[in-house]
């Protein structure tokens, strides 16, 4: 399983039984025409560069100073001023706020919860699961703040809380809940949570199912769902023209993702910055 970061057996169609949060989004997770529908980028574009947020993790961070996602590419590019000097770029490239220390962190991200965002929400939770950022440790208090970034939208909130429920990180063991979470997630468009749901099928051989949330998953940009894909082919399991059409996806995405930017902050920070 693959869990979504901070900063990640038998999938039927039955509902999970958690009744502390009936107001989940996400709609009927029984309904297969919404549960495979392709959903759309998650974070649509960089607001700087105007080129679509890469899937991966590390090609974009949230600035909590003004609620923004924002490419690697742009977070690494040098600044200039009028003279064309390189200025100092410790400081948010959309907004301009200098980088925050923890403490700052925690308080910039408690005032963006108070206007209402759910990225804000979730990346708190994530500092009480883990302890860090100011937050002290409190899964409970994760929790309930992914619940109300899942009931926002963001979709990442509902495969922490998965995530949560699969591993037993402050509540009990539940598969089938963990499994309800992945579902709403995969609709709201985590391709990590599609990814799971997946190996989920694949476990329990229902390859059909588990080839359509990795193709869903390989064309949103997922490398794992495509070697997954990949690795059904060799063993005959799907067909090559299935593999050629992920292929073809995964390869549209990446044309959708690229920038000279993004490719010099991979290569001057490694894994920190790569985007694919």
Same mark, same amino acid.
């Given at each position: 399983?693959?869990?979504?970061?901070?900063?990640?057996?038998? !999938?039927?169609?039955?509902?999970?039984?958690? #009744?502390?949060?009936?107001?989940?989004?996400?709609?009927?997770?029984?309904?297969?025409?919404?549960?495979?529908?392709?959903? *759309?980028?998650?974070?649509?574009?960089?607001?700087?560069?105007?080129?679509?947020? *890469?899937?991966?993790?590390?090609?974009?961070?949230?600035?909590?100073?003004?609620?923004? !996602? @924002?490419?690697?590419?742009? @977070?690494?590019? *040098?600044?200039?001023? #009028?003279?064309?000097?390189?200025? %100092?770029?410790?400081?948010?490239?959309? +907004?301009?706020?200098?980088?925050?220390?923890? %403490?700052?962190?925690?308080?910039?991200?408690?005032?963006? @919860?108070?206007? =209402?965002?759910?990225?804000?929400?979730?990346?708190? =939770?994530?500092?009480?699961? %883990?302890?860090?950022?100011?937050? *002290?440790?409190?899964?409970?208090?994760?929790?309930?703040?992914?619940?109300?970034?899942?009931?926002?939208?963001?979709?990442?909130?509902?495969?922490?809380?998965?995530?949560?429920?699969?591993?037993?990180?402050? !509540?009990? !063991?539940?598969?089938?809940?963990?499994?309800?979470?992945?579902?709403?997630?995969? @609709?709201?468009? +985590?391709?990590?949570?599609?990814?799971?749901?997946?190996?989920?099928?694949?476990?329990?051989?229902? /390859? %059909?199912?588990?080839?359509?949330?990795?193709?869903?998953?390989?064309?949103?940009?997922?490398?794992?769902?495509?070697?997954?894909?990949?690795?059904?082919?060799?063993?005959?399991?799907?067909?090559?023209?299935?593999?050629?059409?992920?292929?073809?996806?995964?390869?549209?995405? /990446?044309?959708?993702?690229?920038?000279?930017?993004?490719?010099?902050?991979?290569?001057?920070?490694?894994?920190?910055?790569?985007?694919?």
């Amino acid at each position: 399983m693959s869990t979504s970061s901070g900063s990640n057996c038998n !999938v039927g169609t039955s509902k999970s039984n958690d #009744n502390s949060n009936s107001n989940d989004s996400g709609g009927d997770v029984n309904n297969n025409i919404e549960l495979f529908k392709q959903p *759309p980028p998650q974070h649509g574009d960089c607001p700087i560069c105007i080129i679509r947020i *890469p899937t991966l993790h590390t090609g974009s961070k949230y600035k909590p100073c003004c609620g923004k !996602v @924002i490419c690697s590419g742009c @977070i690494y590019a *040098p600044l200039y001023d #009028n003279q064309g000097n390189k200025v %100092d770029n410790q400081k948010c490239p959309f +907004c301009r706020t200098p980088t925050p220390i923890d %403490d700052e962190v925690n308080d910039m991200l408690k005032k963006r @919860i108070e206007a =209402g965002d759910s990225q804000a929400m979730y990346n708190q =939770g994530c500092g009480h699961r %883990d302890g860090i950022h100011g937050c *002290p440790q409190d899964y409970g208090k994760g929790l309930e703040l992914w619940h109300r970034a899942g009931e926002l939208g963001y979709s990442a909130a509902h495969t922490a809380i998965g995530n949560a429920y699969y591993y037993g990180v402050g !509540v009990e !063991v539940d598969k089938e809940k963990a499994k309800h979470y992945y579902e709403l997630a995969a @609709i709201g468009g +985590c391709v990590i949570a599609r990814y799971n749901l997946g190996c989920f099928e694949k476990k329990a051989g229902n /390859l %059909d199912r588990a080839l359509r949330h990795f193709m869903i998953a390989a064309r949103s940009g997922h490398g794992k769902s495509l070697k997954q894909i990949k690795r059904l082919c060799t063993n005959g399991h799907v067909t090559d023209e299935d593999y050629t059409e992920a292929l073809q996806s995964y390869q549209e995405y /990446l044309g959708e993702i690229k920038s000279r930017q993004r490719d010099e902050a991979a290569a001057a920070r490694g894994e920190l910055y790569r985007y694919y």
